[in-house]
């Protein structure tokens, strides 16, 4: 199989047939070594030994959606919901950039709260840290809002977005989601976002319940279709409240080998080192950077909340402050010979000048 690795670095597209066996094969253990250190290479090519770092602010809880494994489900009996006023964000905001951070993600369920009058409650609180700190860059997560309501954000200076795909097999995303949420919409979405001249990123859990390696094979050609500027991913982990509970996590190896096989793909993604990762392992993140990632994310929520944000059971780093979070992420980064980045760190075809 090392062969199809070869192919991949050579900037050979896959065939379908050719990525369901490259991905059944990631059990090889050699294999799987040989596509991280390909890719460690084709990373440290375009960015050095640096790794980025956003601040992510979890602004809400609460969710309209009732996703069959997320922990912000709508029906989730036991989550305790809250939002943060305006100014709470700007405090997270304020803490984010005395730490460092050049880039702030604002991640919340999705919620008719902020899509509303052309979403201008979430308008309001882009343009206000933009005014305030004109050299970062503000990452939205809010999920599927109008089109207009896009529109409207990117107008007040927001510069990436963030929404999952989860998968790009309609028949598996069924499986995932309630009859009433849309394939369909979530890609319109997407596109949109693209259209508009945000920095796109989609993403997939890996392992989620009914994959296999044909619908990650469907994943793969998605990205080479939609060339994300980013695409997110992380292991699925249970939630116990969630029709998903008892289903096994999904695996790190495999994770850590299909980070790989998207850094091959392409070696100009902005590619995350998420903290699902870190839930079965504790070096889950560092072991993602040695793949090929070259972003992380660490927890900029109020302390006192962040245990209300579970998207899983497990969830690493949510009794730490955003200083401790930082310091413990930054010596994690820098014990495998990696360098934290102070900066906007956008997509290297997307680097605003002067900034
Ligand atoms: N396990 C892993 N990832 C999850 N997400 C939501 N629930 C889970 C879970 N149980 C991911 C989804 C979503 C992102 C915000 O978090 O991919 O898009």
Redesign the pocket.
């Known amino acids: 199989m090392k062969h199809l690795v070869d192919k991949l670095e050579e900037n050979h597209e896959l065939t379908r047939d050719e990525w369901v066996r490259l991905i059944s094969s990631y059990g090889d253990e050699d294999l799987r070594e040989y596509a991280a250190s390909r890719a460690r290479e084709a990373s440290t090519a375009i960015f050095g030994k640096n790794i980025y770092f956003r601040g992510i602010i979890e602004y809400t809880n609460f969710c309209r959606n009732d996703c069959y494994?997320?922990?912000l489900r709508l029906s989730a009996p036991d989550t305790t919901r809250y939002r943060l006023t305006p100014e709470q964000i700007m405090d997270c905001a304020d803490e984010g950039y005395r730490l460092g951070y050049r880039t702030i993600v604002l991640?919340g369920g999705e919620t008719a709260y902020f899509e509303a009058k052309n979403g201008k409650r979430m308008v309001d609180i882009v343009r206000a840290i933009k005014t305030k700190y004109s050299d970062v860059a503000i990452t939205l997560?809010m999920g599927e809002m109008k089109h207009e309501v896009y529109q409207a954000l990117f107008d007040a200076g927001a510069d990436r977005y963030l929404l999952?795909h989860?998968t790009a097999s309609a028949d598996h995303y069924k499986k995932l989601h309630p009859e009433k949420m849309s394939f369909d919409n979530r890609m319109a979405c997407l596109q949109k976002l693209r259209d508009i001249g945000f920095q796109a990123g989609p993403?997939m859990?890996i392992g989620s319940p009914g994959q296999g390696a044909e619908e990650l094979a469907e994943d793969m050609l998605f990205i080479s279709r939609f060339e994300p500027h980013m695409v997110g991913m992380?292991?699925?982990?249970?939630?116990h409240a969630t029709p998903f509970h008892d289903q096994p996590s999904g695996s790190v190896e495999l994770t850590l080998f299909i980070v790989s096989l998207v850094r091959l793909l392409r070696p100009k993604l902005l590619l995350p080192a998420t903290t699902?990762l870190d839930c079965d392992v504790n070096d889950g993140r560092q072991r993602a950077i040695l793949a090929g990632a070259n972003v992380i994310m660490p927890n900029l929520s109020p302390e006192g909340l962040k245990k209300n944000y579970l998207?899983?059971d497990n969830k690493p780093g949510i009794t730490q402050s955003a200083e401790e979070n930082l310091v413990k992420l930054r010596s994690l980064v820098e014990e495998i010979g990696y360098t934290m980045v102070v900066g906007r760190g956008d997509h290297p075809d997307r680097v605003k000048e002067g900034v």
């Open positions: 494994y997320c922990g991640q997560s999952r989860e993403g859990m992380g292991p699925f982990q249970p939630h699902a998207l899983y």
